[in-house]
Each structure stands twice: as C-alpha cells, then as structure tokens.
C-alpha cells in the first residue's frame, strides 16, 4: 500500500502497527464519512488545514470548531513536517516525518481529514515523530519565526534582507531531517523559476547579481524577480506563513546564493565551511569546529552544481583533467575543491572566510594572541627593517597574523603582495601596490603557461618594492624570494611548519629546489634573507590562536640529525599555565633574550631608537572608518 504524506511526498508504505481509531465526538464526523461525502478515492491525498501554516483544500467541508480551521493564527507551538536540505525526496528508507502541533489540533485534523486506509500509516509516523522530535522541530520553527518577524521591522522595504532569517545558531541544532517535508516544493520551484526566467527575458538580472555581489541594487533587482516567480511556484500550493517562507528563501538560494549554504555564508562568525562530500556540511566558529546535520546536498551532482557555477565566476573549471582548484570570491575568501575523480565520496569543497575588517597588533593583544610587550619587541624589529616569516599548521592564524604585523611598518614604506590567491589584507594606511596572484595554465588560454610565483618574484623587482609580502612560498620561488630580500628589501612570508626548527629545513630544501644552489647555499641565503620567525599555534580545547615562539635565525649553518641546517635562538616563548575551569587556555609569555648583536649590526637595528608601545600603537592604526576585526 502506497502512503499518502498530507505534507506532499510519496514514501512507500511500511508495515505499522494497527492505530485504534479515536470515538467520533459530537459535532464531529469520522475520516471515512468526510470521504464519502466528497466522492473522493480512498487513496487520494487529503491537505489538512492547520495553525501551522498549511492550506485546507477548497472542497472539504468546514466542519470544525475554530481551533482547527485556516484561519487560526500561527503559533510557535505549530510546526510543519520538515527535514534537511535535502533535495532527495521519496527515498525508500527515510520515513516521513510529520511536525508536532498542539495535540487538541493536530489529533482532530489527521483524524479527520485522512481516509480509512491512509489514517493507519500516516498517524503512526506522526505519533512516532511527536514522540522523538516534536520540541526539536517546534523550537527550530519558532526561531525561524521569531527571526523572521524581527527582520521585518528592521528592515520593512528590504526583501532579501528579511529572507534571510535562516540563523546558523538554530541550524546547528535543528533536527536532522527538519527540510526533508520542503524538499520536492524547492526542487520543483527551482526549475519553475529557473524556466520563468528564460521565458521573461530576466536572466539577466541573475547574471548581473553573480557578477557584482557586493552591490545592493543588483541583488535587491534579482532578488524581486526570484521572490516573485518563486511565489508564483507556490501558488496553489499547501504551505503558508513561515513555511512558506522557508521554501522561498532556500529557492532564491539556489538561484542567486550560495544554495544550501548561504546563510552559512551570511553569519559573519562562520569562518570557514567544510563540505565532505553532498551529506557532510562542518563549520568552523570561534575556532572551533561543528557539524550541521540539517544541511545537505541531493547528491554529488548537486555540490558539483554549485561548484560549477561558483567556479566559472571566477574563470576556473573543476573537472576531470584538473580535480583540485583553487579560487577567489569577491571578498578575497579562499574556496577550494576536489574533483569525484580524485575523491569518489566527494567533492570535497572548503571555503576559507576573512573577516570583513583589517586586523591590527591591538586586536591581536585583545584576542589573547600575544603580549603587549612581545608585539613592541615584534614592531620595532619590522618597523627598522628586519624581515621574519610566519610559520604555523593549517588554520592556525599565520595568515591572520601577517595581515596585523603590516601596520608596524613605516607610512611611506612601499609594499608590494604576492599570493597564490589574494586573501591578504594589509594595513590600508600604507603605499600599497595592486595586489598580484599566480594564474595556473589553462588550455582555454591557446597553451598558456600561465603565472607561478617566481615570475611574481622577477616582475616585483621592477616596481620599486621596499617591502614584499609572500602569502606562502611552496616551491622553487623561495629562491627569488631569498635573492630578493638580499637585494636591499625587506618583507614577510608564511610557511606550513609545526616548529621553527622545522621550518628552517623545509624552506633550505625550497631554495635548494631551484638548481641554482646547492643545500650550502641555500642556508647562507636563508641566514642572510630572514632574520627572525614567528611560530603560531591554534589549540583546539578552545579555538585560540596564540604566538607560542619567536625565534631568530642562525646566521652561520650547522649540522643538525646529520643534515646542515640553521640554528633557531629562542628570543621569547608562551608558557603554558594550563587550563582554566571553564576549558580555556591560560598562560603567559616571557623573554628569553633578545636579537643577537651581529645580527643588530648587519641590519644596523640600532640606527635608530625604539619606538614605544603609544607610538607603534598609533603607527598600525586603521584610517578612519576603516573597521578592526
């Protein structure tokens, strides 16, 4: 027997335990007698009309008391079946949850508006959706409401504005399969919409969205034409109040947002989203990582999709014949992926947020990252011209760091940045250079060979640097970037290295790649480019990002595990006080000697006197209205 879900998927019937069917009260008539009255077939769906926000059919007799008619305001204690964003509908082996509502409504409506046949299998799914998630499903409801009223009147002429009540606070908690129940309506609503447009010539406000996200009326023009075609999907159909407003907003989404994760994207606290594979969806807040069940793909193709479309607006194609890409979004977010050819599972996708300030040395204090006292050491060092590289694991703040360690340097200082993609945002006060980045080849190009770091390296020569920036060196380029930071410049770069010692080796080996030099050499070129590193750490049991090390680079190599190598000099370390009892890292830094006097006299650190920490605080200060992180 096929079971008929009021809420509108067909799920193949499963044996239930037979439901004893409640007495007809007074004033009251059974499910079969409605369908006998109505003509109706007894497998036909049946729509029941309750507070939650669905449509009574037009045909069923208005046989009931107020509480249960149509017209019942909504309340938070009201909630429609729903689930997660899933576009699979109908799969054999998920059973069709329906939402809770207050039991005096909710009874009397399944009761009698489902046929004889239907009522059996149908109550026993709700009975068992009441018993286990009921709560889970009106609480997450009643936030979206709440939000959704409050956006409203914060913004009452702003549509996309107020579509976007879906908070990542209640996603992270809400039940699993809270948007299964919308499932088919956003499907077939896309590719409503999707056609509409076509048809009304109004694709191009789409295109136009995409190709200027940051700008207003693009995306408030778009937004109109979706919401409204998007509205007229969902014409005739069941929904109503916030449910409707759910299956509208995820529709937009996936025609001018980023689909299931746009109000990831929105909460400026996610700093990085995770997809492993279509049905995997992780977030990374406060430095902390968290899964959001609720949040899921159709399938692969439906992540290759959104991959496809968020790719070509950059220029760049993940496919078979280059599986692993990166890219740039507007705000210099980083997003990479990984091709099903090299992970079947997948894809496998991560987008890398900023923050939307700038960071500086004080904000850096403020977050606990480091010292008042150490950060002076640190800006003197930079601000008279020695070079340092930051070095740390992935997602540990070298990047971060970087960015707030550019506002020591002088006002006038011209600085050049180079990157592989363009994520870095340097101080804005200073003499900045148009940022640069690699362009991999591209056979699109006629055989291109496209732009690697070392010709960045070559071409920055001839734009009068005084400080270069690397956003990371990986290869045979830490060579030009050792040749020119010996050339009269001075700057920064970040490496992937779990201590400074270690990081002194990987980067000899780089230089050592380029065949130019021999491993001998490429530690007196390293001993000679850089003369301090700054090593980052992230600990988990909180999510902070801490300075755990400065240490200054040996200037004469040594033999070190049989390898030649440099020597690292710790100058100061964190000292670990443990935890507090709330779980949060407690310590403190201390000196532990300071910058050799040969290395003072070959960069002449002593010319001039140290600034203090007032002046070197006003130094890395922001212009007005530019906003810290």
Same mark, same amino acid.
């Given at each position: 027997? &096929?079971?008929?879900?009021?809420?509108?998927?067909?799920?193949?019937?499963?044996?239930?335990?037979?439901?004893?069917?409640?007495?007809?009260?007074?004033?009251?008539?059974? =499910?079969?007698?409605?369908?006998?009255?109505?003509?109706?077939?007894?497998?036909?769906?049946?729509?029941?009309?309750? @507070?939650?926000?669905?449509?009574?059919?037009?045909?069923?007799?208005?046989?009931?008391? @107020?509480?249960?008619?149509?017209?019942?305001?909504?309340?938070?204690?009201?909630?429609?079946?729903?689930?997660?964003?899933?576009?699979?509908?109908?799969?054999?082996? $998920?059973?069709?949850?329906?939402?809770?509502?207050?039991?005096?409504? @909710?009874?009397?409506?399944f009761n009698d508006l489902l046929t004889d046949?239907?009522?059996?299998?149908?109550?026993?799914?709700?009975?068992?959706?009441? /018993?286990?998630?009921?709560?889970?499903?009106?609480?997450?409801?009643?936030?979206?409401?709440?939000?959704?009223?409050?956006?409203?009147?914060?913004?009452?002429?702003?549509?996309?504005?107020?579509?976007?009540?879906?908070?990542?606070?209640?996603?992270?908690?809400?039940?699993?399969?809270?948007?299964?129940?919308?499932?088919?309506?956003?499907?077939?609503?896309?590719?409503?919409?999707?056609?509409?447009?076509?048809?009304?010539?109004?694709?191009?406000?789409?295109?136009?969205?995409?190709?200027?996200?940051? *700008?207003?009326?693009?995306?408030?023009?778009?937004?109109?034409?979706?919401?409204?075609?998007?509205?007229?999907?969902?014409?005739?159909?069941?929904?109503?109040?916030?449910? #409707?407003?759910?299956?509208? &907003?995820?529709?937009?989404?996936?025609?001018?947002?980023?689909?299931?994760?746009?109000?990831?994207?929105?909460? +400026?606290?996610?700093?990085?989203?995770?997809?492993?594979?279509?049905?995997?969806?992780?977030?990374?807040?406060?430095? *902390?990582?968290?899964?959001?069940?609720?949040?899921?793909?159709?399938? =692969?193709?439906?992540?290759?999709?959104?991959?496809?479309?968020?790719?070509?607006?950059?220029?760049?194609?993940?496919?078979?014949?280059?599986? #692993?890409? !990166?890219?740039?979004?507007?705000?210099?977010?980083?997003?990479?992926?990984?091709?099903? $050819?090299?992970?079947?599972?997948?894809?496998?996708?991560?987008?890398?947020?900023?923050?939307?300030?700038?960071?500086?040395?004080?904000?850096?204090?403020? !977050?606990?990252?480091?010292?008042?006292?150490?950060?002076?050491?640190?800006?003197?060092?930079?601000?008279?011209?020695?070079?340092?590289?930051?070095?740390?694991?992935?997602?540990?703040?070298?990047?971060?760091?970087?960015?707030?360690?550019?506002?020591?340097?002088?006002?006038?200082?011209?600085?050049?940045?180079?990157?592989?993609?363009?994520?870095?945002?340097?101080?804005? !006060?200073?003499?900045?250079?148009?940022?640069? *980045?690699?362009?991999?080849?591209?056979?699109s190009d006629g055989g291109a060979t496209g732009?690697?770091?070392?010709?960045?390296?070559?071409?920055?020569?001839?734009?009068?640097?005084?400080?270069?920036?690397?956003?990371?060196? +990986?290869?045979?380029?830490?060579?030009?970037?050792?040749?020119?930071?010996?050339?009269?410049?001075?700057?920064?770069?970040?490496?992937? /290295?779990?201590?400074?010692?270690? &990081?002194?080796?990987?980067?000899?080996?780089?230089? =050592?790649? $380029?065949?130019?030099?021999?491993?001998?050499?490429?530690?007196?070129?390293? /001993?000679?480019?850089?003369?301090?590193?700054?090593?980052? #750490?992230?600990?988990?049991?909180?999510?902070?990002?801490?300075?755990? $090390?400065?240490?200054?680079?040996?200037?004469?190599?040594?033999?070190?595990?049989?390898?030649?190598?440099?020597?690292? #000099?710790?100058?100061?370390?964190?000292?670990?006080?443990?935890?507090?009892?709330?779980?949060?890292?407690?310590?403190?830094?201390?000196?532990?000697?300071?910058?050799?006097?040969?290395?003072?006299?070959?960069?002449?650190?002593?010319?001039?006197?140290?600034?203090?920490?007032?002046?070197?605080?006003?130094? +890395?200060?922001?212009?007005?209205?530019?906003?810290?992180?």
């Amino acid at each position: 027997m &096929s079971i008929v879900n009021p809420f509108g998927s067909r799920d193949s019937g499963k044996s239930e335990p037979p439901v004893q069917p409640r007495p007809v009260t007074p004033g009251r008539r059974s =499910a079969s007698s409605l369908s006998k009255d109505r003509g109706a077939p007894k497998n036909q769906q049946a729509v029941p009309s309750v @507070s939650s926000g669905l449509e009574q059919s037009h045909n069923q007799p208005q046989q009931h008391s @107020s509480s249960t008619t149509s017209t019942a305001p909504t309340t938070h204690e009201s909630t429609a079946p729903t689930s997660a964003l899933q576009y699979s509908h109908g799969a054999s082996d $998920s059973s069709t949850t329906l939402s809770s509502h207050s039991k005096s409504v @909710s009874d009397d409506v399944f009761n009698d508006l489902l046929t004889d046949d239907d009522e059996t299998g149908i109550l026993s799914e709700y009975t068992k959706a009441r /018993a286990t998630d009921s709560s889970a499903f009106e609480n997450t409801l009643g936030e979206f409401e709440e939000e959704r009223k409050r956006l409203k009147r914060l913004y009452p002429t702003s549509g996309i504005k107020q579509s976007r009540f879906l908070l990542v606070d209640t996603l992270l908690k809400a039940p699993k399969t809270f948007f299964d129940a919308y499932a088919k309506d956003v499907e077939e609503g896309v590719i409503f919409v999707r056609n509409r447009l076509t048809d009304t010539g109004q694709s191009d406000l789409v295109r136009d969205a995409q190709e200027h996200p940051t *700008e207003e009326e693009f995306q408030e023009k778009a937004f109109d034409a979706v919401h409204s075609l998007a509205s007229e999907s969902l014409a005739h159909s069941r929904w109503r109040d916030t449910h #409707r407003a759910i299956i509208i &907003s995820l529709i937009c989404n996936e025609i001018i947002g980023f689909g299931i994760l746009d109000p990831l994207w929105r909460d +400026s606290k996610v700093t990085e989203i995770m997809c492993n594979g279509p049905f995997d969806v992780q977030v990374e807040i406060a430095g *902390e990582v968290y899964k959001v069940p609720c949040l899921r793909f159709k399938n =692969a193709n439906h992540l290759s999709d959104l991959l496809e479309r968020l790719y070509r607006s950059v220029g760049k194609v993940l496919s078979q014949t280059t599986p #692993r890409v !990166k890219g740039r979004l507007h705000d210099k977010s980083r997003m990479f992926a990984v091709h099903t $050819s090299v992970a079947p599972d997948g894809p496998n996708f991560n987008i890398r947020r900023h923050p939307q300030g700038f960071w500086t040395p004080q904000s850096m204090i403020d !977050k606990g990252a480091s010292s008042q006292e150490m950060m002076t050491f640190i800006g003197n060092l930079l601000y008279k011209g020695a070079s340092c590289f930051v070095v740390g694991s992935t997602s540990s703040g070298k990047t971060s760091m970087l960015n707030a360690l550019t506002g020591f340097y002088p006002e006038r200082a011209r600085i050049l940045t180079l990157e592989d993609n363009l994520e870095m945002k340097p101080n804005p !006060k200073k003499f900045l250079a148009a940022a640069m *980045e690699c362009k991999e080849p591209s056979n699109s190009d006629g055989g291109a060979t496209g732009t690697s770091m070392r010709d960045l390296v070559h071409a920055s020569m001839q734009m009068r640097p005084e400080i270069l920036l690397i956003g990371e060196v +990986s290869d045979s380029a830490a060579y030009d970037l050792c040749q020119a930071l010996n050339t009269g410049h001075s700057g920064m770069s970040t490496f992937h /290295a779990n201590s400074s010692q270690l &990081s002194i080796t990987r980067i000899c080996s780089l230089v =050592a790649q $380029s065949d130019m030099t021999t491993i001998e050499g490429a530690t007196d070129l390293v /001993a000679a480019a850089f003369d301090f590193i700054i090593n980052v #750490r992230h600990f988990p049991m909180d999510g902070s990002r801490r300075i755990v $090390s400065i240490d200054e680079v040996g200037m004469e190599p040594v033999e070190i595990g049989g390898r030649l190598t440099l020597p690292v #000099r710790q100058l100061w370390r964190f000292v670990d006080d443990g935890l507090t009892p709330e779980g949060k890292v407690k310590g403190h830094w201390e000196q532990v000697s300071d910058i050799s006097q040969a290395r003072k006299d070959a960069k002449m650190l002593d010319m001039e006197k140290d600034l203090t920490w007032e002046q070197l605080r006003e130094l +890395s200060s922001l212009p007005e209205g530019e906003l810290e992180v």
